[in-house]
């Protein structure tokens, strides 16, 4: 079983920055991707990115690109999401997730989920 914790959610303005953090736990991190995804309420789970964990390949949704960025630290087994000019729409809880079925952008595919820290932008 693996854990994963997120941290480092809070309100925020527009334009601002807030880094989330997500630390893997448990039997032997084998994941070949971490990704986070978004809820905002009445919405359904979306994909926001994801990373290889051996190369370091990241790839993200259209509506975070330039803006957000994806990063690793191995030895910590810890992924972080760094978001920058955030936007009143990037509001909604933010999961980790690891070891993904199939495709990564998909949600149901991904075997393993953080409990989810929320972002609040206001506008």
């Known amino acids: 079983q693996v854990q994963l914790v997120e941290s480092g959610g809070g309100l925020v303005q527009t334009g601002g920055s807030l880094r989330l953090s997500c630390a893997a736990s448990?039997?032997?991190?084998?994941?070949?991707?971490m990704g986070w995804f978004r809820q905002a309420p009445g919405k359904e789970r979306e994909f926001v990115g994801a990373?290889?964990?051996?190369?370091?390949?990241?790839y993200y949704a259209d509506s975070v690109k330039g803006r957000f960025t994806i990063s690793r630290d191995n030895a910590k087994i810890t992924v972080y999401l760094q978001m920058n000019s955030l936007k009143y729409e990037d509001t909604a809880v933010y999961y980790c997730?690891?070891?993904?079925?199939?495709?990564?952008?998909?949600?149901?595919?991904?075997?393993?989920w953080g409990q989810g820290t929320q972002v609040t932008v206001s506008s």
């Open positions: 448990g039997r032997t991190f084998s994941s070949a991707f």
């Open positions: 990373i290889s964990w051996s190369v370091g390949t990241t």
């Open positions: 997730t690891a070891s993904p079925g199939g495709e990564i952008t998909v949600a149901r595919g991904w075997s393993y």
